[in-house]
């Protein structure tokens, strides 16, 4: 490949197929829908790949390569987000196409998108989101302030406690900023009744 615009045209085919192929290797009822997009290179149009992955329990995924490579003009990102607005650690900084030895190749994090480490991720997006009452309050917290991160999703994840839940129900929905609620949320992942 002689350059990142060829790469992210390529390898987002490439990847479309090996999400395809992991669908129907493991079951899923859904397949992948893709679409393509216009990107401007300097001597020519590329169409990189953009794939809505169906996961089971009804939620989808979107691998959405970014609309022009980064800054430094030899990576490209690929966000993954979730349809219910969950993020993981895994997956929260997407995919990165990036050179290596003389080509390019597709990273996630700063580990190559192997098999292990491919599965890994597949694993880790059909993974349950939130439910009851945590469900609630990463849906008050979306409508306050947007996608739920990887850090409050854990919190909420693991709040066992009732009087713990509502807690934090309150302090989403009375918190004046975004820190002040995650500060808050963070001090009540600590509770004991």
Not at 74 to 80: A, L
Not at 118 to 146: M, N, V
Not at 166 to 190: F, I, K, P, W, Y
Request: with cysteine.
């Amino acid at each position: 490949m002689r350059d990142i615009f060829e790469a992210i045209e390529k390898l987002t085919v490439v990847l479309a197929l090996r999400l395809e192929n992991a669908v129907r290797k493991r079951g899923w009822a859904g397949k992948p829908v893709n679409g393509r997009f216009e990107a401007n290179a300097p001597d020519r149009t590329v169409y990189p790949q953009r794939v809505e992955l169906p996961l089971p329990r009804g939620q989808r995924a979107l691998f959405q390569p970014d609309a022009e490579p980064a800054a430094d003009g030899q990576s490209w990102r690929i966000q993954i987000r979730r349809n219910d607005g969950v993020i993981r650690h895994s997956w929260k900084d997407g995919l990165h196409v990036r050179p290596v030895d003389g080509g390019y190749q597709i990273y996630l994090r700063d580990q190559l998108l192997g098999e292990p480490v491919f599965k890994q991720l597949l694993d880790e997006l059909a993974d349950s989101a939130l439910s009851g009452h945590a469900l609630t309050i990463a849906k008050a917290y979306t409508s306050r302030f947007g996608a739920v991160p990887a850090e409050v999703f854990e919190v909420l994840l693991c709040a066992q406690y009732v009087e713990q839940l509502e807690q934090m129900h309150e302090a989403v929905l009375t918190g004046a900023s975004q820190l002040d609620v995650q500060t808050e949320l963070a001090r009540l992942s600590h509770f004991k009744p």
